[in-house]
């Protein structure tokens, strides 16, 4: 198995999100590594309401500032909940540690599916891709600019990566080579 730049880039990560997790603890991690998911919901389910609202009021409101103002809203009352159980579960000394150790679990897991995630999302972007690129084309379709060599390389750049890196074959389940590109003339 080899060891590439994708694995020094994901141990960096591990050792941030770690020691951010010790610091922080299981607690306040998890409900921030929720929160997210969180914060889409409730702007899903009341914005409508909330920018209806708004406009009632008379205030020129778009959907977006409702929405930007829902979504960080949600984030901070969620951070303001986590530090205050932090704060209480850090007074309690045996909790207290424990809750820290789970932490420094919860960061590896932060960062193993930051990594996970970002390979899965760009592998299914980048095979997305290829499957629209047409015989004798010189542009990838869908307007997005880009040269068919300019997209060959970023192809052959994945693969390699991907094939040098013990992440990605530890999480080969997950993250798959893409097809090879079908030879285009120049």
């Known amino acids: 198995m080899s060891f590439g730049f994708i ?12 020691f951010n997790g010790l610091r922080n603890g299981a607690l306040f991690s998890i409900i ?9 919901g409730i702007v899903y389910f009341f914005g409508p309401r909330f920018t209806q609202l708004l406009a009632a009021n008379g205030l020129s409101a778009t959907p977006l500032i409702s929405y930007i103002v829902l979504f960080f809203g949600s984030i901070l ?3 303001i909940i986590g530090t ?17 150790l789970l932490g420094g679990v919860v960061g590896f897991i932060e ?6 995630i970002l390979l899965l999302v760009l592998g299914s972007f980048l095979q997305n891709v290829q499957g629209t ?5 010189r542009l990838v379709p869908g307007g997005l600019t880009i040269q068919v060599d300019q997209f060959r390389a970023w192809h052959d750049f994945y693969n390699e990566a991907i094939t040098k890196s013990l992440f990605a074959q530890v999480n080969s389940f997950f993250i798959k080579q893409l097809p090879g590109l079908p030879q285009f003339p120049h």
């Open 111 to 116: 960062a193993w599916l930051i990594w996970l």
């Open 84 to 100: 205050v159980i932090r704060g209480v579960v850090q007074q309690i000394p045996v909790i207290g540690f424990g809750d820290a």
């Open 133 to 137: 690129i047409q015989q004798g084309s």
């Open 77 to 79: 009352i969620l951070h």
């Open 32 to 40: 921030n590594l929720i929160g997210i998911p969180i914060a889409f």
């Open 7 to 18: 694995d020094i880039l994901f141990l960096a990560t591990v050792a941030l999100l770690v």
